[in-house]
């Protein structure tokens, strides 16, 4: 009697563990959050908890700190980096610079140029945002989805890089991003 009723548990133990597998397997791989980094004025959606760095470059003509929120999840990097560039005249330029630096970085085409539309940004007709094929620096094909917009003298790049990009990851990631006064 002992066994029947240790084999009728150990039946049920691997009913309730073969359920926990099969709801781990359908759990979505991305786990959305969302993110406001401080001092930035804005709000992101990341399907992942992103790392943050920070370095200095050549922007706009001058020297200035580019921040960087940035994660990778089912085999896609999402990011967003801001650099503050001290005056709205140096805006368009910046702006022209990281959408130029995106192309180059995957010496990729243009496959769609569209203007940027950012809740809360500043209008600016460098506000742009391309979808890029090109390729890593191994060589690998990838697709970039990658939007720059500024909200006063604040210019910020948002990027989606991945072999394949489909609308469930772009959607949310684009959609997700919001600028506050």
């Known amino acids: 009697m002992l066994c029947r009723d240790n084999a009728a548990r150990m039946r049920g133990a691997s009913k ?3 359920l926990a597998g099969v709801l781990c ?9 969302q993110v406001s980094p401080s001092g930035w004025q804005v709000t992101a959606s990341f399907p992942c908890r992103p790392s943050h760095a920070q370095r200095d470059i050549e922007l706009g003509g001058q020297r200035v700190t580019m921040f960087l929120h940035a994660c990778s999840a089912a085999d896609t990097t999402f990011a967003l980096a801001m650099a503050d560039v001290g005056d709205v005249r140096s805006v368009g330029p910046a702006l022209d610079e990281l959408a130029a630096a995106a192309v180059r970085n995957l010496a990729a085409r243009i496959d769609a140029d569209e203007p940027a539309r950012v809740q809360g940004m500043t209008p600016n007709r460098e506000a742009r945002r ?13 697709v970039e989805h990658v939007a720059v917009f500024a909200h006063g ?8 890089v991945g ?14 991003i919001r600028l506050m006064p």
């Open 16 to 18: 309730v563990l073969l």
């Open 25 to 33: 397997a359908c759990a979505p791989a991305l786990d959305w959050r």
């Open 130 to 142: 391309l979808r890029l094929s090109g390729r890593l620096a191994d060589g690998r094909p990838v």
């Open 153 to 160: 003298s604040r210019v910020f790049q948002l990027a989606l």
């Open 163 to 176: 072999s394949q990009l489909t609308g469930e990851v772009v959607q949310p990631f684009f959609d997700g």
